[in-house]
Structure formats: C-alpha cells, structure tokens
C-alpha cells in the first residue's frame, strides 16, 4: 500500500517539476509512511527525492515508535548532539525544487531555505493533497468504520440515552466523546453541543449552560479511528434534536434543510463540479427564503483530516472523482434564536453517491 503511495506520488513529483519531498508534522507524513511524527521541538522529516531511496529523519528517541517500511523508506536516527535541519539539508542538497509540509514548522522551514539558498520551496499538499483526496477501496472501508461508529453514536443521542435537560453544553460534549472512544475511536478531534441560541454559531464552543425543555440542541462531532497501514480516518457527522415537541417554524425549516441536504447527497456523482454539489442544496434552501442563513460552505473532504481536499464550496470547479470523500452539511442558523444543520459523509462511486452515514435525518424529539 505505502510502496504504491509513494510510486504515484513520484510520479506527481515528475509532473510538478519538484526534485525532493519533504514531510514533517501533519497528515502527508503517516499516508505516505505509515508513522506519524509528534509536534515536538525535534525535527522529524521523511525525505522523499524523485530518484533514489526515501530516508525518515527521525529523533532517537522516537525511533522506536517507527514502523520501519524498507520498501518505503530507510531510517536515519539524529543523535542529540546533531543537527537533523544538516541531515535533511545534505539529503536534499542536489534539489533545485522542494515541496515542503503543508504543516512544518516554520522555525525548519527557514532554517532550511537558509541551508539551501539555491532551493525553490513549495507546498508539498500541491503535490500530495490531489493523490490523498482520492481514497482507495481499504480507506473507504476505514472512513466507513468510522462513520458507523459515529451513527452508532448519533443513534443514542436519538434514542434518549444521552440526558440533555438540565445539562451543561460541556457535560454533553464529553459524554459524546467518551461514547466515541468507547465505539473504537482512538481519540476525539472535536464535539460540539450548541443548545437553543448557541446553535446558531456553526462554531459554538461547548460551555456552561444548561439545557433547557423546548429548545434545539445541535450535536457535531467526529474522531479518528485507527485503521491499518499506521494512519486513522475521520468521523464527521451533526444531527439536531429538539427536547420536546419543535414549534411550527422550527420545524419547518428543518424540513427545507433535510430536503437541501438530499438534494445536495443525490448531486454528488462522479463528473459533477464541487460547486454544482453545493448549489444543489443552497438552491432549496434560497427557494424557501431562507438563502441569507445559511453562511458556510456545503461540505469538505475527509480522511486521515477531519477537514482536506475537496472542498464543496462555490468557486470549486473540481469534478467529482470516484474515490473522493467529503461531508455534506447544509445549514440554517437564525442569530440570537437557534440554528440546524445535517451532515453525513459521502463517497463518489461510479455507482453514484454512497452515503457512509445512515442514522435517522430526522429532528427526532427527545426529553418531551
């Protein structure tokens, strides 16, 4: 698996005119290697030259954390008394062009240019973003996973078994993410619970206030699930209940929203632009005369990141391509009042779009 990765990625390389890669903290690094580095102050970097052997700069006293993939790449462990920003400079020191980590920090990336004055640097996701947003059959298998833990989560918010009234917005949250650990997820990148007026900031950080009777409660969250080959896939997945029975108007809208978000679902085949997707759903959503509300994009892609290529967003002329994953999520926030949104992941198959998540879409009425 990483041994192909790094083939097609060469073979982005020669087309991008980039003679090195070069990965340290961030996604690319664990898709293409199988090992993710640790945000430390010590340089980790895997040195990918168009020709010839690919070498993991790595910590001593991280080596051991390696998975060492002799067909991918060598290990070059860097003592504590030597400098690794010299290492990856002589590997790299015959490129005329170098495709950086989207991620790196910048105190390597200056002390690079600095030891390479005669280097161009560009981004690396120039290079490796387009390969990582086209996922092959064993990462839709694992976003799948992942997206059924998810539902399985989302089903007993559903249900009831998640007490809302009289909570704090924070207890929910940690109460998702302790169900999403405890259906298989290594940890938890995010769970928003946005209640009443709160659900109107598509953002809303979880706080101290309580939910009440009679009011929406908005619930985002996602995780990572470990999969094979060393890198975990994303969980994304927002459904809105309401604790008690949804006044007119409220209702309404949610109604307008789950027909956006079909809509939105059912555009998504393979040839179809990202902005024609996104269309799908602000067009029923304008039609209804709410357009104005809704004030995010209609989707992004996923995988080893919560949020990667591509991007269902207006401007995004991309086509479809099967094997592309990407949330869909329209929403209707009504400021100082309440806000909705619905989301599931789907993949771009030839047979026309698979949505990965599958719980009720309903606003299913819970703590009447």
């Known amino acids: 698996m990483h041994a192909e990765r790094l083939a097609r990625t060469r073979e982005a390389m020669a087309v991008a005119g980039v003679d090195v890669l070069l990965l340290s903290v961030g996604p690319d690094l664990p898709w293409l290697s199988g090992y993710e580095a640790m945000p430390l102050e010590r340089l980790t970097m895997l040195v990918v030259p168009r020709e010839g052997g690919a070498t993991l700069v790595v910590p001593r006293l991280e080596a051991p954390r390696v998975v060492e993939r002799p067909e991918v790449f060598s290990l070059r462990a860097w003592e504590e008394t030597e400098d690794p920003v010299a290492i990856v400079a002589d590997l790299a020191r015959s490129a005329t062009t170098a495709a950086i980590g989207d991620r790196t920090w910048a105190r390597f990336l200056v002390d690079l ?4 004055p005669r280097t161009r640097f560009t981004r690396a996701g120039l290079v490796v973003g387009p390969l990582r947003a086209v ?3 064993a990462e839709v298998v694992a976003l799948r996973r992942a997206a059924e833990a998810a539902d399985r989560v989302a089903a007993q918010l559903q249900a009831g078994e998640i007490a809302l009234v009289g909570r704090t917005e924070a207890e929910v949250s940690a109460d998702l993410g302790r169900r ?5 997820h290594s940890r938890v ?23 009440a009777a009679g009011e929406v409660v908005l619930c985002d969250f996602g995780g990572t699930m470990p999969a094979d080959g060393g890198a975990g896939y994303c969980s994304d997945i927002t459904r809105c209940v309401h604790t008690g029975p949804p006044p007119a108007e409220l209702a309404d809208a949610y109604g307008v ?15 179809v632009a990202c902005e024609d997707v996104d269309a799908a759903a ?7 005369g709410l357009g104005a509300h809704f004030v995010h994009r209609t989707g992004h892609g996923i ?16 086509p479809l391509a099967p094997g592309h994953a990407f949330s869909v999520e329209p929403g209707i926030y009504l400021p100082g009042r309440w806000g909705l949104r619905l989301e599931d992941i789907v993949v771009a198959t030839p047979g026309g779009p698979d949505p990965l998540n599958r719980v009720d879409h309903d606003l299913v009425v819970v703590d009447a």
Request: hydrophobic share 45%; charged share 25%; aromatic share 2%.
């Open 282 to 288: 602000r067009r029923v959503i304008s039609d209804a």
């Open 303 to 318: 995988g080893i990141e919560e949020h990667e290529d591509p991007y269902v967003v207006a401007g995004n002329e991309t």
């Open 180 to 184: 999403l650990l405890a259906e298989g």
């Open 189 to 211: 990148n995010f769970a928003i619970v946005a209640a009443g007026p709160n659900a109107a900031s598509p953002h809303h950080e979880p706080g101290v206030r309580r939910i």
């Open 257 to 271: 929203l789950a027909e956006a978000q079909a809509a939105a679902v059912a555009a998504a085949r393979v040839g």
């Open 135 to 137: 996922k092959d059959d």
């Open 113 to 116: 240019q600095h030891r390479l």
